[in-house]
């Protein structure tokens, strides 16, 4: 199913309280009753050091991307306080807070869908759309360009043929990972959300294949550091073509689309499955 446009949502959103305020004027009423949009609501979004970083990464818009530019990871490692992961990242507490408290207040992040709301046969939806389709076409491509890229410079860089093998292995567990979710966990999940009601599974609980997506979610979390520790954070040499270039920053959006892919997953899409079965 389409996601419905956010501008959309919100324009409709708009109307209805224009409707309201009418009939409230009829009926002789002061004000029209406030109604919340799914858009504009966000429970419980103080934020606060003690919270952990997965509570924060689902309540507050846009703290995923705080935390892909703080270096603080949000998709596998989300169950440590703030305070605790900004130790381990070497970030003072404070940039940290005051950073994602500037993600609430920029406009351009309200418009932005929040998935704890959203129907969750259009979270799968987007997921596979966006996120499953960028590593179906990124993965061939980044293959082809680190081939180019270790033929050119594999001899003054030996580190890249690590680098080949680590993402070759991670497109391979990506591309069986997908199927499963693809073919098994997710049709699942929308026959449980469209109140159909399911027939029985090959697998008992949802809880079961969703503990198997979360232990290769864990492992391909572990390629991606590994990676960054080879490139030593992706650094790009003195003596990089264009290519090298191309190469370390198409690395780095994968990572960050995968990170955001893994914790829409983790974070939000297994949880509410979870809760809808019990
Ligand atoms: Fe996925
Ligand atoms: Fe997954």
Redesign the pocket.
């Known amino acids: 199913m389409p996601q419905r446009p956010a501008q959309l949502m919100l324009a409709e959103h708009q109307e209805a309280r224009r409707i309201l305020a009418e009939l409230g004027a009829l009926l002789g009423a002061a004000t029209p009753p406030e109604i919340s949009s799914p858009l504009e609501r966000r429970p419980n979004m103080a934020i606060t050091a003690t919270k952990t970083v997965r509570e924060l990464a689902v309540e507050v818009p846009n703290a995923t991307r705080v935390f892909e530019k703080l270096g603080i990871d949000y998709c596998c490692g989300g169950d440590q306080p703030l305070e605790q992961a900004c130790a381990t990242a070497n970030i003072a507490i404070d940039d940290a807070v005051r950073a994602l408290e500037q993600s609430t207040s920029n406009p351009a992040n309200s418009v932005a869908p929040d998935w704890n709301l959203a129907p969750l046969g259009d979270l799968v939806d987007h997921?596979?759309e966006k996120?499953?389709t960028y590593v179906k076409t990124e993965a061939p491509r980044l293959q082809a360009l680190i081939a180019k890229v270790v033929g050119v410079h594999g001899k003054n860089h030996p580190e890249l043929e690590q680098v080949q093998i680590a993402f070759s292995a991670l497109a391979n567990e990506l591309a069986g990972?997908?199927m499963k979710?693809e073919q098994i966990l997710f049709p699942y999940v929308k026959q449980m959300a469209s109140g159909s009601g399911c027939g029985p599974s090959c697998f008992g609980s949802v809880h079961n294949p969703i503990r198997v997506m979360m232990m290769e979610h864990d492992d391909a979390g572990k390629t991606l550091r590994e990676m960054r520790r080879i490139t030593s954070d992706y650094s790009i040499p003195a003596d990089a073509c264009i290519s090298y270039a191309t190469l370390f920053r198409g690395l780095v959006e994968f990572e960050q689309d995968l990170h955001q892919?893994i914790h829409l997953?983790n974070n939000i899409l297994f949880p509410r499955a979870v809760a809808m079965e019990q």
Do not use: F, P
Request: proline share 0%.
């Open positions: 997921i596979v996120h499953h990972h997908l979710e892919h997953e």
